[in-house]
């Protein structure tokens, strides 16, 4: 069964918005979002920890906004003033305890299918 599962990538041009949703089957210590274009290694965008804490990737700091409703069991990232380096497949990714929310990108052992999002200037 899967265990993540992401939705709400999208074309668009720059400048635009876009919300990612990821329903998970069950919470994690360490959520997040992580991102991977052609020929670039992954990359960390946001992580969310149980205990509320949240980090950002420099390049997306004030653009993007990491949240978790635990009642809908779906992580989400609102993506606003896209640019067209932000072209990737995104991925949300759980693991478990970290000893900081950065670290969170260490530690996440499950991902999703990934959900496309590409931006054209």
């Known amino acids: 069964q899967v265990q993540l599962a992401e939705s709400g990538g999208g074309s668009v041009q720059a400048g635009a918005s876009l919300r990612l949703s990821c329903v998970y089957r069950y919470s994690s210590n360490c959520m997040g979002w992580i991102r991977q274009a052609p020929g670039k290694e992954r990359e960390g965008v946001a992580n969310?920890?149980?205990?509320?804490?949240?980090s950002y990737a420099a390049s997306v700091e004030g653009r993007f906004t990491i949240s978790q409703d635990d009642a809908k069991m779906t992580l989400y990232l609102e993506m606003n003033n896209l640019k067209p380096e932000d072209t990737a497949m995104y991925y949300c990714?759980?693991?478990?305890?970290?000893?900081?929310?950065?670290?969170?990108?260490?530690?996440?052992?499950?991902w999703g299918q990934g959900t496309q999002v590409t931006v054209s200037s």
């Open positions: 990714a759980a693991g478990p305890l970290a000893p900081s929310v950065d670290a969170c990108t260490r530690v996440f052992s499950r």
């Open positions: 969310i920890k149980s205990d509320g804490t949240i």
